[in-house]
């Protein structure tokens, strides 16, 4: 059981998928305009990364080596497309603003890392909790941009007005939006700026010497295993 | 006498000037330009100017403060960041929206990518865009006389010409941001410069005579009523907006534009077409900033392209 809670730490924290991996930044760059969104995107995610996880670790050893990215794609699309149908049925509104990148989930080159590099390698409940762990980093780093762009883009929160909004028209004093955040410039800026305070943090924690032991072996661990992820992030570019 | 036996290795003969000559010279330049903007528009650009200027010395001040580097706010390479950004906001926006544009500029734009030297982008540029993207109402609306109206140049772009009087423009007693109504101010700045040998004819010559021709033929492929080179449409669009500004002052600056000669007759062609192509058949009735910028990002390929042979270099084979 241990293996399956340092399998979570290793998603959350160490090799965070967004932090720290730098994958699937299309969908992270693209929908991360409200927390909203940002939930609707990483749960998605995680359902889908959770289930091909489990599904190609237990096919593991009947996959051909020569044909497993397409054996891969065929499993994770058929749970996108499940995903699809139920947040078309359940979540109309969320549907919407989430568009095209709901089918792109297919596509998303933290899936398919994932899969190439630990599923199809490893025991099914460490896969298991390699996805859950992988896909609430990937959720808690999109909600964390999507909050930052939607309090400095429009003075809200998860939709509720936490700033009250400057008006002309009436001379109220408030908060004027800096609508920069949520355009697609935003998205860059505010990317880059919590991925160098999450640096700052690491770096500083290893001066200390505090987890330092941890933090080299969640890296060192899998280095070796992270060839599958170039090759997978350049999918997600096409 | 002891000096003259010491021992050094070369070069023995160094240059008085330093990037802070350059950028005080820059600064006294934009002094006729800031003085017409504020006599034209009263207190609140004058309040625009300082909070600009201010904000942008003082960040400088505590990122290297903070980060340990060396203080560099003597150079006034900041001072001409925070200027020529107050030089391109509308005096009617908020004295705050400067000031959080000139962070932008200094901390963003220069800083993070290496400080002065390093930036890829014009700082006070980028800051414009920025806050242009963030705050477009309060940054395109421009009040004069207390009417808020179209500037010379939205007559232009529409192609109402009998709206526009050249000769206002040319002094500057138009609707505007507050640096860039008066072409003659701009022009005194500009001659001080130039006499001074700080920035040559090469980029502003060649961003001017390709911009000239542009408008002069697509002016008439937009405006079927005004002919090809058409004068009055032709000073219009030279003495409007902040051509003359980004033409002198911007388009110049030394780290973002290139050094090689041939580079920079390429990098005025460059900017001159884009600069005609945003006006005439963009969006919004001005394009000069986002040319410039755009230009900018091409620089280090306008270098590579351009880069002289060493002597013997590429003979016969």
Redo the contacts between chains.
Sequence with gaps: MNECGERLKNGLIDENPIFVLMLGMCPTLAVTTSATNGIGMGLSTTFVLVMSNMLISMLRKIIPDSVRMPAFIVVVASFVTIVDFMMEGFTPGLYDSLGIYIPLIVVNCIILGRAESYASKNKVLPSIFDGLGMGLGFTVALIAIGMVREILGAGQIFGYQILPLADEATGAAGYTPITIFILAPGAFLVLAFLAAIQNKVKINMEKKGKDASKIQSGCGADCATCGGCPSAAGKDKE | MENSFNISSSPHIRSKVTSGNIMLMVVIALLPATAFGVYNFGLPALIMMVSTTAAAVLTEYIYEKLMHKKVTIGDFSAVVTGMLLGLNMPPTAPWWMGA?GSVFAIL?VKQLFGGLGQNFMNPALGARC?LL?????PMTSFVYDGVTGPTPLSYVKSGALDQVNTMDMLIGTIPGTIGETSVIAIIIGAIFLILMGVIDLRIPGTYIVTFVIFVGIFGHVAHPEIGFFDPTYLTAHLCGGGLMLGAWFMATDYVTSPITKKGQYLYGICLGVLTGLFRIFGGSAEGVSYAIIISNLLVPLIERVTLPKPFGKGGEK
């Design positions: 959080l963003i920025f993207l963030s705050f477009t109402g």
